[in-house]
């Protein structure tokens, strides 16, 4: 048993996904009823998601407590690629959405559900968890919160004696611990996972909105295969694409299924350790990626927007279609901090170009529909681009040096 146990350990994590996704399809269909099977997934999630916050907090605060004054992070040059490339993934859904004109078939949407109504108001939200109670960030997962009470407490902390400091550093690397432990029990939680997917949602609805699917499936391969390798060539000058397929391999298949981008915050910090990254700067940089780089979400909003045009016949000229841009970036950017994700946003984006709310709000409805692809996909580019730009913000700057 020791040595099975050994053999397994040392066989590679994306193998071993990979063998959970595939043991997942076939316990599913050869055993539709055995719904226990499915609490390895929801135990797995949970296990992440209640893990996320506390390493969060931890790190950071133990990242600028031990920091060096003097010793330069590269968060600057990480936000701007986050933004950035939020920007031109909004601008390439438009652009798609453009070329491959989709209508839609609006269904009345049965969830509860509350769009905020401007722009404003998605920044109302962000500010507002700025200075939540830090005990009910934590509770809730509400990362902006955690970031900025770490933040305040981190630079607080930096005048304390070496003992307190070694007592931060000791906690920080056994939450990194339970972390590890957590990341390898990931091939059962996918079994779980995969098997829920198919138990339960199936893709029969999926087959009628088939090619909204692949403009939006294909936006996003082509954001994480050519628009963030050209982007990393550019700003790093070194071959992009070892860093793109680690972090898709090892951030994206897990983020695939799991389908929460702070779920997938763990994940992302052992990536980075294995990449050799800076902790200082990775403790601050994912996190702060699971809240605002949201290429996925700028997708998602963009391409559903411009379809609602098209079926709706409503003109979009390019000065609406670049104002469009700017929105969906800021909205996506926002999205973590709406409940219901990106879908909620889209409201704001169709009030834009003069689409009523009703018909709007019509649109989350489809979104929910193709959910199961979408929003999947969506969280993978959003996560594994948060290994990619901070990677890609280290190898600038030492590459000047």
Same mark, same amino acid.
């Given at each position: ?45 949970? #296990? ?9 907090? +931890? ?36 652009? #798609? #959405? ?91 939680? /996918?079994?779980?996972?995969? @098997? ?43 071959? $992009?694409? $070892? ?38 700067? @990775? ?32 003109? +979009? ?8 841009? +700017? ?28 689409? $009523? ?11 929910? /529909? /193709?959910? +199961? ?29």
């Amino acid at each position: 048993m020791g040595n099975l146990f050994q053999k397994w350990s040392d066989t590679s994590l994306v193998l071993r996904i990979v063998m959970g996704i595939i043991l997942g399809a076939v316990l599913a269909v050869a055993f539709p009823s055995a719904t226990w099977l499915a609490m390895l997934g929801t135990l797995f999630v949970g #296990a992440l998601k209640a893990v996320a916050p506390i390493l969060v907090f +931890v790190l950071v605060i133990n990242a600028l407590t031990s920091h060096v004054s003097g010793q330069k992070t590269n968060m600057k040059g990480i936000v701007f690629l986050y933004l950035f490339a939020t920007f031109i993934a909004g601008a390439v859904g438009v652009i #798609a #959405a453009k070329l491959f004109p989709v209508k839609l078939t609006f269904k009345e949407v049965e969830a509860d559900l509350q769009p905020p109504e401007n722009v404003w108001g998605v920044m109302e939200t962000l500010l507002n968890n700025i200075v939540s109670n830090p005990v009910d960030a934590l509770i809730n997962a509400n990362y902006i919160g955690i970031l900025a009470w770490a933040i305040v407490l981190g630079l607080a902390l930096k005048a304390a004696s070496s003992t307190t400091k070694t007592v931060i550093t000791n906690l920080s690397e056994a939450v990194s611990k339970v972390v590890h432990w957590v990341i390898n029990l990931a091939p059962f939680g /996918i079994i779980g996972i995969m @098997y829920n997917t198919i138990v339960t949602s199936g893709f029969g609805e999926l087959k009628h909105y088939g090619t909204l699917i692949i403009i939006l499936v294909g936006s996003m391969l082509l954001i994480a295969l050519v628009i963030n390798p050209i982007i990393v060539f550019v700003v790093a000058r070194r071959n $992009p694409y $070892p860093l793109v397929w680690a972090s898709l391999r090892e951030s994206g298949l897990t983020a695939l299924f799991t389908r929460s981008s702070a779920a997938n915050i763990p994940v992302n910090m052992e990536l980075c350790e294995k990449l050799g990254l800076d902790k200082n700067t @990775y403790a601050m940089s994912i996190p702060l990626g699971a809240t605002i780089n949201m290429a996925g979400a700028a997708v998602t909003i963009s391409v559903l927007t411009m379809s609602a045009a098209y079926t709706l016949d409503v003109h +979009v000229d390019i000065a609406t279609a670049i104002i469009l841009m +700017v929105v969906t970036a800021i909205s996506a950017a926002g999205a973590s901090g709406v409940p219901g994700g990106s879908l909620l946003l889209i409201p704001l984006a169709c009030g834009l170009i003069g689409i $009523p709310n009703d018909l709007a709000v019509q649109v989350i409805g489809v979104g929910l /529909i /193709i959910s +199961v692809v979408q929003d999947s996909c969506e969280t993978a580019l959003n996560s594994s681009s948060d290994v990619v730009f901070t990677a890609t913000a280290e190898y600038a700057a030492e590459r000047k040096k």
